[in-house]
């Protein structure tokens, strides 16, 4: 597993993007980002552009989003 990208992002609005981007990302590429706002705040999330490698049980790339 390749670590290496993500971060944490607390401002009030920012980009997240794979390395390399918008060219293929690396092999076995981790990236977690993690969002947290103030307490009441929403968090929105938009996505512009959005490319994995096609596989019929979507088992090599994922795009997860969860809370905690």
């Known amino acids: 597993m390749c670590v290496g990208c993500g971060g944490q992002l607390t ?3 920012g980009m997240l993007t794979s390395p ?7 092999v076995s590429r981790v990236c977690v980002w993690y969002v947290s706002v103030e ?3 929403r968090i929105n ?3 512009v552009d ?5 596989h019929v049980n979507c088992s090599y790339d994922m795009l997860a ?3 905690l």
């Open 50 to 54: 959005f490319n994995v490698e096609d």
């Open 65 to 67: 989003v969860s809370y």
């Open 20 to 26: 390399n981007y918008p060219e293929a990302y690396d």
């Open 11 to 13: 401002e009030p609005s």
């Open 39 to 41: 307490p009441g705040k």
């Open 45 to 47: 999330i938009t996505i």
